[in-house]
């Protein structure tokens, strides 16, 4: 099944600061897209490993860690027979998915404010999460709940920043950001053979992984984070050229190494 994902498109009524001057965040949004280039970036990886997984008919799906639900969002307007569950334990952030639902007209979508082992609901196609688990500490990691909640032969896809992370300008110059990391990305300790590895503990087959953000898509989220800090007007200018730098990434990049890891599992059928 080819699916035809978008992504963004409820980003006018999930940004706060969008929220506050509608009008003009609608047009803008229609000239410039999607504005939050690590997001975007995600989505581009996240487009990719779909297009691998055998998604048809009424599929039912859990995006593990919601956020703002550009994921679920663009799942759900892909397939209207898809099953889409939306979790996350921010009750802000689910509120918000929760009113982005209603003003699209969304009826495919499920919210959860909980756990995964908190919802009463299993026999998923594909449970994914994109850039969560680093926030997990390795042994909080949910691994087994998924692997329960799994159907025989589902899938669970993972994506992570790895451990190790190289830049382009001085590291100095992103001084904030790293301070965060720090304290957010406590499960930030995995490298694709580790992880492969603790898919394979965790008893899933592991049927792909790989890297992705080389140097090209380094650069572009680079650029996009010093215009942002500069201001409005830079961080407009700035997101054509991170997009484009992204897309050549996705396109050259080898996967034999980059800033983040991906891995697909699939539960055995018995």
């Known amino acids: 099944m080819s ?14 600061r969008m929220l506050t001057y509608p009008r003009i965040s609608g047009l803008l949004h229609k000239v410039v897209g999607y504005t ?30 919601t956020g703002f639900g550009e994921y679920s969002f663009s799942l759900a307007q892909a397939s209207r027979d898809f ?17 982005a639902i209603d003003l699209g007209g969304y009826d495919n ?30 042994e909080e990691m949910p691994f087994k709940t998924a692997f329960e909640k799994l159907k025989p032969r589902g899938h669970l896809l993972v994506k992570i920043p790895n451990k190790t992370q190289k830049t382009i300008f001085p590291e100095g110059w992103f001084e904030e950001h790293q301070e965060w990391l720090e304290d957010e990305h406590i499960g930030q300790v ?16 592991v049927i792909f992984g790989s890297c992705s953000d080389g140097w090209l898509s380094r650069l572009g989220w680079e650029l996009a984070y010093l215009g942002k800090k500069m201001g409005i007007l830079t961080q407009l200018l700035s997101l054509p050229i991170a997009k484009l730098l992204i897309h050549l990434d996705r396109r050259f990049h080898s996967e034999t190494w980059g800033n983040a890891i991906q891995v ?6 018995s």
């Open 190 to 205: 995995y490298d694709l053979k580790g992880l492969s590895e603790r898919f394979r503990d965790e008893g899933f087959e």
């Open 83 to 99: 099953e889409i569950h939306a979790l996350d334990i921010d009750p802000e952030r689910i509120s918000t998915v929760e009113k």
């Open 36 to 65: 939050n280039v690590g997001n975007y970036a995600r989505f581009t990886v996240f487009k990719k490993l779909i297009a691998q997984l055998p998604l048809q008919g009424k599929s039912k799906v859990l995006d593990l860690g």
């Open 109 to 138: 979508i499920k919210t959860h404010r909980a756990h995964i082992e908190d919802i009463n609901e299993h026999g998923f196609d594909l449970i994914f999460s994109v850039d969560v688990f680093e926030h997990i500490s390795p």
């Open 3 to 16: 699916l035809q994902l978008t992504f963004g498109t409820q980003q006018v009524h999930t940004s706060q």
């Open 264 to 269: 697909i599992g699939q539960k055995p059928a």
